[in-house]
């Protein structure tokens, strides 16, 4: 039987790339998409961003 792992890098950007994710804001946005993706069985690898953009695997 074959293994297949496929990895996906999502990005998401503020509207005009405007810097309003705060560190706070990040937080509560970082643990809200995990625990959706927990109730979706969704493995996340990682999460981190910047002002304006969030990175998902």
């Known amino acids: 039987m074959s293994y ?3 990895w996906i ?3 998401w ?5 405007e810097p309003v994710l705060s ?4 937080k ?5 998409l995990k625990e959706n993706a927990k109730e979706k ?4 690898d990682f ?3 910047h002002v ?3 990175h998902c695997l």
């Open 4 to 6: 297949v792992k496929v």
């Open 9 to 11: 890098h999502a990005v």
């Open 13 to 17: 950007g503020t509207k005009n790339h």
């Open 23 to 26: 560190k706070d804001t990040q």
């Open 28 to 32: 509560g946005l970082f643990h809200h």
């Open 41 to 44: 069985e969704i493995y996340i």
């Open 47 to 49: 999460i981190n961003g």
């Open 52 to 54: 304006d953009h969030v």
